[in-house]
């Protein structure tokens, strides 16, 4: 299953509205997760099922999406979410990640 | 607390093998399924290999099958990636992940190592 994740960067401003979409090109249900991954580190998952918030994320970051068509919104943006997100699919092997967005301070 | 541990990363020639180890804990290791993730260099995420709670099941990306054998000790709460065969592509930061269940109903990985660097090169 391929993974489209647009857009691959954006340039936002703090207090901004962010949203990033991710395609699959079979249903997966709401097998997908997101993940925010800051230079250097490891990933760290944010939302589950599509639209559920990992425990201890702020609740500005919300998921939503069944099927192909996914979202992740970040309501507010704050000065710690300048970083890459990845969308995973995990209801078919080879499970498969969106090629990342890289959130950037405008 | 979840701690995922990478160990056995290095510098290796092309059409070599390495051995990668992960040491888990703060978890009850056997009753979940672990992966695989890899990163080049700049480069986003890719998925490598993925087992079941019992190691019975194992699943891995085309790109890897044949060179490459994700395993599992459960009485060392261990998790292995032996790599043969390596290439110049095979450069990464390989990351252990734990799965959010034993194998069925996964939600995706929950927890995450800090990774190790594996580097092919002569």
């Known amino acids: 299953i391929q993974m489209t994740q647009s857009p691959s960067s954006l340039s936002a401003s703090v207090g901004d509205r962010v949203t990033i979409t991710c395609r699959a090109s079979?249903?997966?249900?709401?097998?997908l997760a997101w993940y925010q991954q800051k230079p250097g580190k490891a990933p760290q998952r944010l939302i589950y099922a599509a639209s559920s918030l990992q425990s201890g994320v702020p609740s500005r970051f919300s998921g939503s999406g069944y099927g192909t068509e996914f979202t992740l919104t970040i309501r507010s943006l704050q000065p710690e979410d300048f970083a890459t997100y990845y969308c995973?699919?995990?209801?078919?092997?080879?499970?498969?990640f969106g090629q990342g967005t890289k959130v950037e301070i405008k | 607390e979840v701690q995922l541990l990478e160990s056995g990363g290095g510098l290796v020639q092309p059409g070599g093998s390495l051995r990668l180890s992960c040491a888990a804990s703060?978890?009850?290791?056997?009753?979940?399924?672990m992966g695989w993730v890899r990163q080049a260099p700049g480069k986003g995420l890719e998925w490598v290999s993925g087992l079941s709670g019992s190691g019975g099941i194992t699943h891995s990306a085309d790109s890897v099958k044949g060179r490459f054998t994700i395993s599992r000790d459960n009485s060392k709460n261990t998790l292995y990636l032996q790599m043969d065969s390596l290439r110049a592509e095979d450069t990464a930061i390989y990351y252990c992940?734990?799965?959010?269940?034993?194998?069925?109903?996964?939600?995706?990985?929950?927890?995450w190592g800090q990774g190790t660097l594996v580097t092919v090169s002569s």
């Open positions: 995973l699919q995990h209801n078919f092997y080879p499970w498969t």
């Open positions: 992940a734990k799965d959010s269940t034993y194998y069925y109903d996964s939600s995706g990985y929950d927890s």
């Open positions: 079979l249903g997966i249900r709401n097998d």
């Open positions: 703060g978890f009850t290791f056997m009753n979940y399924a």
